[in-house]
């Protein structure tokens, strides 16, 4: 079907509240074509998404500008990056498949237009990439200064078990899919200004962007489902965090290898020095790599890293032990002072 | 299942400054007991939804303090009725049963813990009331001041057509669900000071109640597919605004009757006067009723009012007429000025 899309008839400084709600809208869905497989797209009350396997896997995960992130360091469509791979990061950790989602957006009035339609144009772009569908969303205004973008996003199991965080036993081997540190790493150059464009090696530049526009190995979650994972979750508050929430909700003792964790370490080191690095390692959120249980080594997919291995807590309080030490969970708490 | 839940243990003043998310989290969870019929409720990664039939209809929508609903008017609980009737109304509005939702707060840590308990517990008890279980959500910080509560709420057709805008047809009765006017008559009562709680009648309490805390006919959209139902859309932003999105959609002029509709505003003059009544009959928003065409009257179901009918558009622009005078959308514009 050829489909002639008009140009967005705005001007190029036009903000939100200069335009006409429908006309917006008409700019924007363009961006989310291709939504074939779907029986309603976006522009009705709610989307219609056909399910194939008899469930659904849904999550919901928003940024806050001035929050997750800073106009001065994120564009648009870094935004947009770093919320898509945040939700299919979470519909991977089950095991499942992504398939559609929706975007809201609640924006001060004042947010130029421009920008939304970034926004609206990477998400396209980079959910079809995933196989995704933006099938629907919402805009809503906001009072001055406030800009959030809310995504939820909706995967298939296809007849796998979901892979909860529960299921961890005693004699599991823990591994990790995808890079550690790198994001947080890339957060602390920015915060201290060493960042630099002009001035950063190629090292630098790649943590910045990993914090950016972080992606995830989001294909990996099936991979694991079909491997045999016992327990899953994505990296979004740091290793030490998230794997205490494994622990905790599958009452065991997970310990980690502090020698794997040094190598991991030591790539981010030339940026951010030794200590910096390590602590990113163990504390850096917004990863999005993947951890997961295995019952044996060998059933650890190629490309997976063995960190650690999972042990009966024996009367002690579940939790995270690195080198057998307990170590308490720390990382990101969205509303800590 | 015998369950002992703890009380909350958190000061009768905290903020969520105060309060650990997973204590937080932990302490909210008990109000969306009873998700015994999904396979993964709220704690996970994502939430997996049973699917019955096939297709799954979702719908996302948003309300944002100083813009939705301002404190000194509306409670925890109000927001939540409303936030909830806006969601399940979209979901009726396609001839869907409501089946589960995911629940999102964006908040300024200051936020009261009571505030955010309160919400919690009117979202699980009323979306129980609907059958609907809260399977997730998710949690993030906002700025001084921000305060956004988001749903996305799912629905299943269970084998019937969903019913979209677009299906008017020429010939089709118009008729609505529910009330109109009357939640934008009791904001222009709040807004004009007359609302005192102390010196207000039944008429004017019952208005403003039905503007902080709208109840739609969430069960009839349903009944309205069932009795072949055309096209359906309800009240968000307005009379005019809503059915004039139907006209576009469907490529068709809805002619109005102005005797019908004043019959609903002389309801409403006793509070706030003949010519305020019909404007917000006409253009008030946020009313969540219902408005559906039908091929023939006698197809209307029982509880329904007709309001109008369907007509060619003969080579005019597609929209709404009253009493045969073409009327431009007016109503609820989220960006407007």
Chains 1, 2 share one sequence.
Not at 69 to 90: F, M, P, R, Y
Not at 111 to 126: I, K, M, N, R, S
Not at 199 to 221: C, E, I, S, T, W
Not at 261 to 280: I, K, N, Y
């Amino acid at each position: 079907m050829d489909v002639t899309v008009e140009p967005e008839p705005f001007a190029a400084d036009a903000t939100l509240a200069d335009v006409d709600e429908e006309r917006l809208l008409a700019a924007i869905f363009p961006s989310f074509a291709g939504a074939g497989r779907d029986l309603v797209g976006p522009g009705d009350d709610a989307a219609v998404v056909m399910v194939r396997s008899g469930s659904i896997v849904a999550t919901t995960d928003s940024m806050v500008r001035g929050r997750d992130w800073l106009d001065g360091w994120s564009s648009a469509s870094d935004v947009a990056v770093k919320c898509l791979t945040q939700n299919l990061a979470d519909v991977a950790a089950m095991g499942a498949t992504p398939t559609s989602l929706l975007l809201s957006l609640v924006a001060d009035p004042a947010t130029p237009v421009a920008w939304v339609a970034e926004l609206a144009h990477t998400f396209g772009t980079e959910a079809s990439a995933h196989g995704v569908t933006v099938v629907g969303g919402d805009l809503s205004s906001a009072p001055a200064g406030t800009l959030v973008v809310s995504v939820t996003a909706f995967g298939e199991l296809y007849g796998r078990d979901p892979v909860c965080r529960d299921g961890a036993a005693p004699g599991d081997v823990v591994a990790v899919r995808g890079s550690l540190g790198r994001s947080g790493a890339g957060l602390s150059l920015l915060q201290s200004g060493a960042a630099d464009p002009a001035a950063a090696d190629d090292l630098v530049r790649d943590l910045v962007q990993a914090h950016l526009a972080p992606r995830g190995p989001v294909a990996d979650g099936v991979v694991a489902a079909d491997h045999g994972a016992t327990a899953m979750i994505d990296i979004s508050d740091g290793l030490l965090r998230d794997l205490d929430r494994v622990a905790r909700a599958s009452d065991v003792v997970i310990g980690l290898d502090e020698a794997v964790l040094a190598r991991f370490a030591a790539a981010l080191t030339p940026a951010v020095g030794a200590d910096v690095a390590l602590e990113c390692v163990l504390s850096g959120g917004e990863e999005h790599s993947l951890l997961a249980t295995y019952p044996r080594a060998e059933d650890v997919p190629r490309g997976w890293v063995v960190i650690g291995s999972v042990a009966d807590r024996a009367g002690e309080r579940p939790g995270v032990a690195v080198a057998g030490i307990p170590t308490a969970p720390r990382g990101w708490d969205h509303f800590a002072g």
